[in-house]
């Protein structure tokens, strides 16, 4: 049963393979040179949706027949028509006076490398719909590939009067009046039908109306009412019969057909998938009997709606489809591009009606074409007056280019008048005459000085200036505007300083203000948000700059201070303080009010928790009365103080780098020895650490280590402690428990002992209230500080130094050498 699975798995690979490669896209034929910068926008825009990479695409293009040149050449202009659209976007203010200033914005089109992996079938069937905009498409050959376009002949209607009858079809007779009688009688192989009490009657090859003739004849032998009018005979066809057509010739399926006898070219053309690519869409043959009876042009549906010469088929009809006999290219601005097929004596102007004519961009006075001679290709220009008389041949490319990105009557204005925009550029028109079609200046136009933004010949700028009042007025010349002149009048808001004031202190909201005419104090502190609960309304400090001071004297002024009392309420009694722009306005706190500070006491307390500073001088010894004394488990040695301070960042500096480390290390230490402890780490960078020395603040209060307290001081009483840990460049980093009367070097020893690596001098031990001591040397020996509970003995790391490299040693040594031989020399 393993080996049946293996071989039904293989073999449903193998036909799958099979009928990829048969439905793969084939770009053999595409010749980058010859594409329009349309299709190359639709590739580019493909491509971006889908984000397909350079690899993808070139893979497949290969895969798919397309030449590693023209691949190259397919990257090569995708690069410069980018280059192009992001350069004209950029110029575009100076081209066309500002008006398209900034670049499309979109994700970029880069060929990035990519690794084979990378190709996946989605990959691979994006790519190939981004690489079929490049291919121009057989015009027609999507109409037999739609499939909600059936073309399935209708049924249900009526028998077609001409409709000739054959063998298997079924004939409804229905006899009404003063007789009535219903047959429903199936036409036999010989062409026969067989009516009770009337007969054998052949009716094959006949019309319903020839048949209905002959039936209606042999009834009338029975039904004398048929002769007198007083009965009625009706004829049709019920089931009808099915026939075989042959399609032969460039279809995309040939073969015979089963069809409905309704079937037409049409219904057999869509069974079959329509002609292939090098198939013929207007010169379709149909062939009856061995002559052939008509032609089908698919364009008179394609283009008109109209179904002529959609022949009903018989049966063993031969529908031929030849090959195309000329087959041109249109491309560019018109609505559609793409292969059409031309008969004999069609022109240019038929070629152009088939793609639907120019589009609204198209430069229609010049249409350019590639054609092929007999050795090599020729390029012709093909004016408008030549359309309806130019021929053309199998194998020509017609391309209609864009008109020119530019405006050949136009100028514009912008800045301080009632209507900037872009405006017509008139014979004669002046700069006045154009201010007045812009309803003139605004209150706020700057008079004296405006410029005109011009395009000289080369397309570089140049800036003429003008003076707005004198023109106006007829005092100096009126200027005449060219075309893409942009005129730029100032507002006097625009060439000054924004004017602000800035109020600061005991306000809710400090900051600057936009300024205002007449804004005094009181406006710019209610702007403000108002005063603070401890805020005075004594000496308000304004500072204004000074505008003449005297350089020259070394006790110059730097600036103008004001001292106002205002009130409370900020009511003026008078026209209050008037502000100017740029003054710097100080709010002060009120010299009896302060804010309540608060500590915190944690750890092995009797009532930890949040406290409130009660008096200026209150100290640690004052704030551990009011927590009710230590728990049975305090260390009291080991209790610290953090205190807030600046954050310490880390730092290349040595200094601030092992103060960062220390404290790190620390805060790792109080983590560990103290449950009750929550501290994070940026919390612990943030505060100070002041070793304090508590058993000696509670043998003497008030003296010099009982320190006064501060807002957000945090005061820690861990438990009692019994271990030691020792770190950095050890053997082995541990933890021990600790012994009294054992040294610092025991401790190391604990710890494996120094490693090789290990800057022994430098080492030093962390206690637990956050004071440190390091190692210290008496005359030749090395003073080690003591242990205690909780405490980390660390021994940083010597500084890596670099080796020498071979080069170098033989340098020295031959340095080394020669100033040897110069000393011997000399004393020789």
């Known amino acids: 049963m393993k080996h049946i699975r293996v071989i039904v798995i293989l073999t449903t690979l193998f036909f799958a393979l099979c009928v990829s490669a048969q439905t793969n896209q084939n770009f053999s034929n595409i010749r980058v040179d010859e594409l329009s910068d349309t299709q190359i926008r639709q590739f580019i825009a493909q491509v971006e949706a889908t984000g397909?990479?350079?690899?993808?695409?070139?893979?497949?293009?290969?895969?798919r027949g397309m030449s590693p040149v023209e691949i190259q050449k397919l990257r090569q202009r995708v690069d410069r028509l980018k280059a192009t659209e992001k350069q004209n976007n950029g110029t575009q203010g100076l081209k066309n006076s500002g008006n398209n200033r900034q670049a499309q914005s979109g994700r970029e089109y880069n060929f990035e490398p990519a690794s084979a992996d990378s190709v996946q079938a989605s990959g691979t069937t994006a790519a190939e719909q981004a690489l079929n905009q490049l291919r121009s498409k057989i015009f027609g050959a999507d109409l037999f590939r739609n499939r909600q376009l059936t073309f399935e002949p209708n049924l249900r209607l009526a028998t077609p009067r001409n409709y000739q009858i054959g063998p298997d079809d079924e004939l409804l007779i229905d006899i009404y009046g003063y007789s009535e009688a219903s047959y429903q009688l199936r036409v036999s192989p010989e062409g026969t039908i067989n009516i009770p009490y009337i007969g054998v009657i052949p009716v094959s090859g006949m019309t319903i109306e020839q048949a209905t003739s002959r039936i209606k004849s042999r009834l009338s032998t029975i039904y004398s009412g048929l002769k007198s009018g007083n009965t009625s005979v009706s004829i049709?066809?019920?089931?009808?019969?099915?026939?075989?057509?042959?399609?032969?010739?460039?279809?995309?399926?040939?073969?015979?057909?089963?069809?409905?006898?309704l079937a037409t070219v049409f219904n057999a053309l869509y069974s079959s998938g329509g002609p292939t690519e090098n198939g013929s869409f207007r010169q379709i043959e149909l062939i009856r009997a061995g002559k052939k009876i008509g032609t089908l042009d698919i364009y008179d549906f394609l283009l008109n709606g109209e179904f002529r010469n959609n022949y009903r088929l018989q049966d063993q009809d031969v529908i031929r489809v030849p090959t195309y006999h000329t087959r041109t290219e249109i491309t560019g601005e018109v609505k559609r591009p793409g292969i059409f097929e031309m008969k004999s004596g069609e022109k240019l102007a038929d070629l152009l009606r088939f793609a639907g004519g120019f589009n609204e961009r198209a430069y229609q006075a010049r249409v350019k074409v590639l054609k092929n001679t007999e050795t090599e290709r020729r390029i012709d220009d093909v004016t408008s007056d030549a359309f309806a008389s130019y021929n053309p041949s199998s194998g020509d490319k017609y391309f209609v280019d864009q008109i020119l990105d530019r405006f050949e009557n136009r100028v514009k204005i912008e800045g301080a008048v009632f209507r900037p925009g872009q405006f017509e550029l008139e014979?004669?028109?002046?700069?006045?005459?154009?201010?007045?079609?812009?309803?003139?200046?605004?209150?706020?136009?700057?008079?004296?000085?405006?410029?005109?933004?011009?395009?000289?010949?080369?397309?570089?700028?140049?800036?003429?200036?003008?003076?707005?009042a004198k023109v106006l007025s007829g005092e100096a010349a009126d200027i005449p505007l060219k075309r893409e002149d942009v005129i730029t009048i100032s507002s006097i808001f625009d060439l000054k300083e924004e004017y602000n004031v800035r109020v600061e202190g005991e306000v809710l909201k400090p900051g600057r203000l936009d300024f205002a005419e007449g804004m005094t104090l009181e406006d710019a502190i209610i702007q403000a948000g108002g005063l603070r609960e401890g805020a005075t309304p004594k000496r308000v400090e304004i500072s204004r700059r000074i505008k003449n001071s005297d350089v020259l004297s070394e006790s110059a002024r730097t600036a103008q201070v004001f001292q106002v009392d205002i009130n409370q309420n900020l009511k003026s009694a008078t026209a209050g303080f008037v502000l100017q722009p740029f003054d710097i306005v100080v709010v002060r706190p009120s010299s009896g009010y302060s804010v309540q500070q608060q500590v915190k006491v944690q750890g092995e307390v009797l009532y930890p928790g949040i406290y409130t500073i009660t008096h200026k001088d209150e100290r640690i010894s004052d704030l551990l009365k009011r927590t009710g004394g230590f728990t049975a488990y305090a260390y009291v040695e080991g209790a610290s103080l953090q205190r807030p301070g600046a954050k310490v960042k880390d730092s290349t500096d040595v200094e601030k780098k092992m103060e960062f480390d220390r404290l790190k290390q620390f805060q790792r230490l109080q983590k560990k020895v103290n449950d009750t402890l929550k501290i994070e780490d940026e919390a612990a960078i943030r505060n100070d650490y002041v070793g304090i020395n508590l058993p000696r603040i509670l043998k003497k209060p008030g003296g010099k280590d009982d320190l006064f307290l501060e807002e957000g001081d945090v005061l820690n009483i861990p438990r009692q402690l019994q271990t030691v840990k020792v770190s950095g460049e050890v053997l082995s980093p541990v933890t021990v428990v600790y012994s009294k009367g054992k040294g610092f070097k025991q401790y190391i020893s604990n710890a494996g002992g120094f490693s090789d690596r290990a800057k022994k001098k430098s080492a030093y031990i962390i206690y637990a209230n956050g004071s440190v001591e390091s190692v210290g040397k008496f005359l030749f020996f090395n003073n080690y500080p003591a242990v205690k509970p909780g405490a980390e003995i660390f021994v940083p790391k010597k500084p890596e130094g670099r080796r020498m490299s071979p080069g170098e040693v033989v340098g020295i040594t031959s340095g080394l050498a020669s100033l040897a031989a110069i000393i011997v020399a000399l004393f020789r």
Do not use: C, H, M, W
């Open 52 to 63: 397909l990479s350079e690899a993808q695409l070139e893979q497949v293009a290969q895969a």
């Open 236 to 261: 049709a066809i019920g089931n009808i019969r099915s026939i075989k057509v042959i399609l032969t010739g460039e279809v995309v399926k040939p073969g015979t057909y089963s069809l409905p006898s």
């Open 427 to 468: 014979p004669g028109l002046t700069v006045k005459q154009l201010i007045e079609r812009a309803e003139g200046l605004r209150e706020d136009a700057f008079r004296n000085r405006a410029y005109i933004t011009r395009l000289k010949d080369d397309l570089q700028t140049e800036l003429v200036s003008f003076d707005i």
